[in-house]
């Protein structure tokens, strides 16, 4: 068990995924969401309209910030955490003899 002040965790190892965030960051903001394509039947109403706003091509910063969260909790859940972890002694336990 690793612990960094009261808060120990079973599966430290896990916590290495952490490190993955920015990279996933990255792949997130290069590659945007797909477009949905439904189709409506009074499109044709629609036809000559011009929009004056363009919209951006990239996924917004706060959907991407609360993304980041969510991946970062799910990691520190599966990495076990632990608060105030009894310390390990040695010599401590049962015995087993053969």
């Known amino acids: 068990m690793w612990s960094i002040g009261p808060i120990g965790f079973t599966a430290?190892?896990?916590l290495l995924g952490l490190v993955a965030l920015p990279i996933l960051w990255l792949l997130l903001r290069a590659v945007p969401p797909a477009p949905i394509r439904r189709r409506f039947p009074g499109v044709a109403l629609?036809?000559?309209l011009e929009d004056d706003e363009t919209q951006t091509d990239r996924t917004p910063?706060?959907?991407l910030l609360l993304r980041m969260a969510a991946i970062a909790?799910?990691?520190i859940g599966f990495a076990?955490?632990?608060?105030n972890p009894q310390p390990e002694n040695a010599g401590e336990g049962p015995l087993l003899v053969l």
């Open 46 to 48: 629609l036809l000559g």
């Open 80 to 83: 076990g955490p632990v608060l």
């Open 61 to 63: 910063w706060w959907l």
């Open 12 to 14: 430290p190892w896990l």
């Open 73 to 75: 909790a799910a990691i």
